[in-house]
């Protein structure tokens, strides 16, 4: 199968500072990968598309500055919450594609970031 | 903008069909998913259909899909209660890029 592995799976960090989320494919390679956030009893709202090796390409209204995303590499991609606030606490999943041409997106088990 | 609606509520009883409905709005969609999730986990891919078929059928789940109206159901049979879940319906318009889900259908299972 194809595996996504998201860690952390819960984090309570203090107002301002800073979490990194990272979102590894497991047993395939993945040019593109996809973060989600999801607030609850709601849908995943696509937060920024993370492209290996580029510059990652955000959806209107998300702010690039407070979500650093970094895709080093073909198997890891990063999301960092900077300057955490109450309101950035969510549910934050991610997504990948397989580089070997398969369909469906493969996604993490998600993190719960709650901001104190 | 693309638009993917679903019901928010659907509740069976064990044994019986269930069948969750969807439409979208963007005719360029190609792909179209459905996803499971449980409380606190993230979303497991259940199924999906290309924009070329009808209807999809992997054991207990069959996917219906008329692309005239952009309406898509899934059909779970012999609802049992451990399919309790949020399901989402989602569309892409290629297999690289990105999905955008409806809201969810929240599925209770009653013994």
């Known amino acids: 199968g194809a595996v996504v592995s998201q860690h952390p799976s819960r984090v309570i960090c203090k107002s301002g500072t800073s979490v990194k989320i990272e979102c590894r494919s497991l047993?395939?390679?993945?040019?593109?990968m996809f973060w989600y956030r999801q607030f609850p009893k709601q849908s995943l709202m696509l937060m920024a598309t993370?492209?290996?090796?580029?510059?990652?390409?955000?959806e209107q209204g998300v702010e690039k500055d407070k979500f650093l995303i970094n895709h080093a590499s073909l198997t890891l991609s990063t999301l960092t919450v900077t300057s955490a606030h109450p309101e950035d606490s969510s549910f934050y999943i991610c997504s990948a594609r397989d580089s070997g041409g398969r369909t469906e997106a493969f996604f993490g088990q998600g993190t719960r970031l709650t901001v104190v | 903008g693309e638009d993917v609606e679903q019901s928010l509520f659907l509740s069976v009883r064990e044994g019986d069909s269930s069948v969750i409905n969807c439409t979208y709005t963007d005719s360029s969609s190609t792909y179209l998913y459905w996803y499971k999730q449980e409380p606190g986990a993230g979303l497991q891919l259940l199924t999906y259909?290309?924009?070329?078929?009808d209807m999809k059928q992997d054991q207990r789940l069959t996917v219906l899909l008329n692309k005239k109206d952009k309406h898509l159901s899934l059909r779970i049979a012999d609802t049992q209660t451990g399919d309790s879940a949020i399901y989402f319906c989602?569309?892409?318009?290629?297999?690289?890029?990105?999905?955008?889900f409806g809201d969810g259908t929240t599925l209770t299972v009653k013994p």
């Open positions: 993370s492209n290996e090796g580029s510059k990652a390409t955000y």
């Open positions: 989602a569309e892409s318009r290629t297999n690289a890029g990105k999905s955008t």
């Open positions: 259909i290309f924009s070329n078929m």
């Open positions: 047993d395939f390679q993945a040019t593109t």
